[in-house]
């Protein structure tokens, strides 16, 4: 339970399959690798603080299971979700750029940790700014860091590194009228994963881009499972508080075990 628990919060946080919406319209014209990630950047998400609330749908072979989560975030300080179901919260999330908090009340157990577990699940590594900016529509990877070759698929830009990482192959398609993303993926080929985070719709939020469904799907060999984000309110920079405390008497736990 607590495994299945913490996946559901954990990765509804780090991963986010239909196409984003766009202006009735609008059409991708070509336009060069750089110039779309120098467009992707002018459209960076720029307010220092989230509230939200969010609809979580998991699903794999055996389970479907929906909570509601509670998210604060405080820019590249720290990630807060309190999860619940029928009303009642039953655990809490805290990430910072340094480690990973957790505790969930119904077995009383806690993790107190660093990223290793979802480097490993990934293939590459992960951290406070690649999980951010999943949630907030923007690349996991800094795409100024590398050359790409871009096309224009569909009604999208896609962006493909001329040179992959040794370990993984990663993908990225790139909304033509507000270059967020509309798709990130990532491959590997020898383990046979898929990670794809799909940004199925944005909305406006006073002058900021958001988005408002994220589709997430994590492949193993033939296992499969998914995870439906909806975001159900969404305010900028309000005063936050992150109050966390893992309650006395509860043990510690290893998720690797």
Partial sequence: MLKKTFHILFISTLLISCKSKIV??????AMSSKNIVKNHYEYQFDKKTISARLKAVYKDKDNLQTIT????LEKDKIIWMSGGMLGYPFAKIMITPTKVLFYEKLNKTYFEGDFTLLSDFLG?????????????GESILDLNNKKYSAKVQGNTYMLVPKKQEELFDILFWINPVNFKMNKQEVRQLKDQKKLTVNYAEYQKIKDEVFPRLINITAVEKITRTFIDLEYKSVEFDRKLSFPFKIPHGYQEIYLNE
Wanted: glycine fraction near 4%.
């Fill in 69 to 72: 989560i509670k998210l604060r």
């Fill in 24 to 29: 009735e319209g609008s059409t991708a014209i």
């Fill in 124 to 136: 590459t590594d992960v951290d406070f700014e690649i999980i951010q900016n999943l949630l907030i």
